[in-house]
Structure formats: C-alpha cells, structure tokens
C-alpha cells in the first residue's frame, strides 16, 4: 500500500495483496498466495509472476495485467486455483497480413464466471497493446468473408472452426462455447494484428478426451509457454507422440476473389516430438517457415493425434515454462525463423527442393535421430508420421511399415546403417536432395541410389545432388548412409538390392520379386 510493500519483499512463502494499482517492473514476481483486490490492477512488465498456491482476482475491477512478454505460472499440482471475478490480460500478435489465411489459437483465459470460453467474450482488438491503462476493444463480427482493419477491427465470423471430439471440423463462430486446451481457426482483419485475450486465467488440469486414431485441434490453454517434451510425456498413453503445426504461404490469387478457394492453400505442417522439430514444406526461394522450438507460446493452436485407442489428454501446471517468444518458443504466424536448436543426440536433416505442379518451387525437410535405444520400429515420440504428403514429396519408409515418416528415430550410426528414403514423383521432373542440418555427428553422410550402386556425398554439398526421376513412387531405391560403396560391380549391385528370389513352399512356385522393373532376360 502506499505505493510499498508492508511487512517486507514478497517471495513465495508469503501471501501477498495487491490494494492498489502497482506496476512491477523489476524482476519476476512470486507470491504463495496473491489477493488482487480494493478495484486494483496488477501489471507486470516483461516478466513473470509466479504464484505456488491460489490466486483470487476479487472483484470485476481488479486486474492482473500481463504487459510484453509478461507470463503467469502457477506450481501447485492441484485442479484450478483461481477464484474471483477479475480478469488477467495478455496479448498475442499475428502477423499473418492476409484476410485469406487462417491462424490457430487457444485460449489462455476462460468466460469470467465459466469454466467455459467464447471467442467474443474473451478475444479483444489489442491494437493498442496491453499497458497499466489500455483498454482493449471489442472485436466487430461479420458474416462477410473477409475480416477489415476498422476500429475497432473487424473479423469474419464465416472462418472460427474448430476440431474437437467428433473428429469433424464445427464451424464455432464467435458464439460457440470451446473447452480450455480446444484450439480454434480465425482469418485476421487483412493487417498484422495484436490481440488481447481478457478473463479468468487457465490453471491447474486441464483434461480432453481423444478417440483412437482421431486427429484433434488442441492448444496451449495457459497464460505461459508450455514444454513440448513434458506434454508428450505426459500423454504418451494416449497419442501417438507428436505436434502438429499449420503453416500457410501466400495463396496463387490471394489478392483476387478465389483466395479463400481451399486449391490456392499453399502451406503444409512443422512437426515437434521428442527429438527435433522440423519446418513445413516453404517457398525455397523465399523465407523459410519456423522450425518449432522444445516451448508451445502462449494460446498457440496445434494438432495432436490419438493413438490406437486414445484416452485422456492432459494439460498441467507442470508443464508451464517462463519462456519469452524467440527463446526456443514460437507463436505460428507467417515465415520466420528460429534459431537453430541444439539436440542431444545425433540428428541429421535432409531437404528436398521441388517444383509442384502449379511451378512453386519448394522446399520439403525430413529429420532423423540417432540412438541406442531406437529401431527400424515404431518409436512412439521419436517416430512422427507425415501429415502433408505432397504429389511430390520425400519421407522415410521402413521395410516393415507402411506409414511415411517426416521424423523418425533410428539406432546409433555405423558403417552398415542404410536408412530407407522414400520418394513420390507427381510428374517427370528433376529433385535435388541436399543436407540442411546435421549435429553431433563427425561423420560424412552420404546418399545411395541402390539401382545404380553408387553413392553421392551430402555432406559439404551446398548444391546438394541433382536426380531426373519419371512419375511414380521410389520406395526402395535410395538410403541416406555413412559410408561410400564398396567396389561391387553395379550389375551385381542393381540384382542385389532390386530382385528378390525364394521358393514359396506352400504355393510350390517359384517367386520373382522385381522392385524396380528390371528388364530381366534371363534366370
């Protein structure tokens, strides 16, 4: 009171209260219980606040205010410890500057009152972002295609959907009542814009119910980042171990009437699990898209998928962070990039560039890890199916398994290591496969064509290798390995690795399997 603290320096053994307006701009915050009360507003300035126990934001004129990149974390173990009927505020900014493209959110609030959210009560035009005295607007739907950069800013109501349990996309709009952890789409006003989310903060468990095999639009429900590792840790009864991030690229007519035309969505999904993160397919002439860092970024948006048998979804306190945008922590919003990661274990990126049948030229990345404990099975959390596979495209295919990788787990390098690379040609076209990243290995890495024998050296490649392939699927003709060919003839070579011979007893036939269609003469 008084514009000091009574009684000495607040840390998080003590109960603190807030009876008046205070701006805290020096370290983070902590409180064992905190009582934000007397018509008062808390802001916090670039940092965070921590509270081990319950929070009670009194009255509908007490405020916590999170300015920046300002967070809020609670640490007990417990369900919701949030009582009262004030608000938190906290911003989050897009800077997707077309009405044609679509963001993914969450929610780090709930209704005031509500256990529950619509986006028209709790989603506000930040324009003017959250201080001590802004006061954020109220956003105007329309039932237009296309949202405006009015004041206060205008949102197409047509483009909230979200995916829930049915496993069927539910046009929400902006009267639809969402759970804390549902994700939802929204198309932004045609500008950058900065929204601020106003209600009753996210914490404690959060719980969903996921079907076998069902795909579900999830996000982060918290008022702080969230770590990936812990969340699918948490939950690896019950997923198949891996995110999924929607990245979209300019339409072919975003400026002309077809731009909401679902055929002009360029755009595809960055993967996380585990081991690395792995950028969508992009423009390789123009920026690359994010690679998704270990920390989920406030009300970020991503797709989870059940696995044989689903279950319950888990979010909680344990898995929140204090970790500021650009610290390993993205939010989805158009191609920047992060910085590169730094992997435990050994981990080797390889790229495809492409040009699709529209005359895009693109870039696709796969990514593989390396490690003792890993097989040519399925890993959960370090094994991620390919959610975006292109006409054109790449991806790793194990001999035993019919799904497409886009991160895949392997055991440790040796010189006999061969790792299946699997390649789909949409029409007679030229690839090139290059090395985009590699850590923690002081091995040449090397691409094999087993058809022809030979192998072509990735590493040190800028250039990367250029191959002329006709339509149709490669599944067992290349491998990324460790070690340059033997000197093996390569007749002997393309017999070896293409033809299979053995008796079928039971059939009593002789079988000829011809992987690659050998002109075969003779046996």
Known sequence: TAGAWSNGTPDRSRRVVISEDYLHNSSSLSARQLIVNNNSKLSINNNVLIVSEN??????????????????????????????????????????????????????????????????????????????????????FTNDMNGSPTKPITISDYWIYSLRSSGNWVQTRKDGILNPADGFTLKGPGQEQNYTFVGTPNDGITSISIGANQSYLVGNPFPSAINSKKFIEDNSESITGTLYFWEQQ???????????????????????????????????????????????????????????????????????????????????????????????????????????????NLHRQLGVSFNENRSFSFDLGYDSPMYDLQPTDMFWKFTLDDTKYVIAGVQEISDDLEIPLGITIGFDSEIVVKLDEKQNIERNIYLKDKLTGITEKLTDNEQGILITLTQGEYLQRYDIVFQESSSLGVNENIVNNNVDIYLDNTANELVIKNYVNLDIKKL
């Open 55 to 140: 929070t009670t934001i009194t009255n509908n004129t007490d405020q916590i205010r999170l300015i920046g990149a300002s967070q809020f974390i609670s640490t007990h173990s417990s369900s919701s410890q949030i009582s009262g009927n004030g608000s938190l505020y906290i911003d989050q900014n897009s800077d997707v500057t077309s009405t044609y493209r679509y963001n993914y959110f969450s929610s780090p609030v709930t209704t005031v009152g509500q256990n529950t959210f619509t986006i028209a009560s709790v989603m506000k035009d930040g324009s003017f972002p959250t201080s001590a005295d802004s006061n954020p607007l109220d956003i105007t």
């Open 250 to 360: 300019n339409g072919l007519t975003e400026n002309e009437s077809q731009g909401h035309n679902t055929s002009n969505y360029v755009g595809g999904y960055a993967t996380r699990n585990l081991s690395m993160g792995i950028a969508a397919p992009y423009d390789g002439g123009g920026s690359e898209y994010k690679i998704p860092g270990k920390y989920i970024a406030v009300a970020q948006g991503f797709f989870i998928t059940g696995d044989s048998d689903g279950g319950q979804l888990i979010f909680n306190n344990s898995q929140r962070e204090y970790k500021r945008e650009g610290e390993d922590s993205l939010f989805f919003r158009d191609g920047e990039n992060s910085s590169t990661e730094t992997y435990q274990d050994p981990v080797v990126k390889i790229g495809l560039d492409y040009t699709n049948s529209e005359g895009q």
